[in-house]
């Protein structure tokens, strides 16, 4: 005797879908897609904070010795926010 839990979860042999199961697909994409968006937002901070550590452009890493602290990059232009640590 199965609960409706345990049914929901079987994988059914010789199963073949020949149309898209749209609730599911949906609901996979969003998690996966939304999965993927968090991990890649997470390496670009993490990254782009080691750079700032390092003295580079948190853009192009882009070497910023030298260079007055509120100047724009003279590699990629990019523009240094105000309140930088
Ligand atoms: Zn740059």
């Known amino acids: 005797m199965h609960s409706s839990f345990e049914e929901a ?7 073949v879908l020949y149309r898209p ?3 599911g697909l949906l609901a996979d994409t969003l998690f996966w897609g939304g999965l993927l968006y968090l991990i ?3 390496f670009r901070s993490l990254r782009a904070r080691r750079r700032r550590r390092l003295g580079r452009c948190p853009a192009c890493a882009y070497d910023q010795a ?3 602290p509120d100047a724009p990059c003279p590699e990629c232009a990019t523009a ?5 640590r």
């Open 40 to 42: 890649r937002g997470s």
């Open 66 to 68: 030298g260079l007055m």
């Open 80 to 84: 240094h926010e105000k309140n930088r």
């Open 9 to 15: 979860f079987t994988l059914h042999d010789n199963l």
């Open 21 to 23: 199961a749209w609730p």
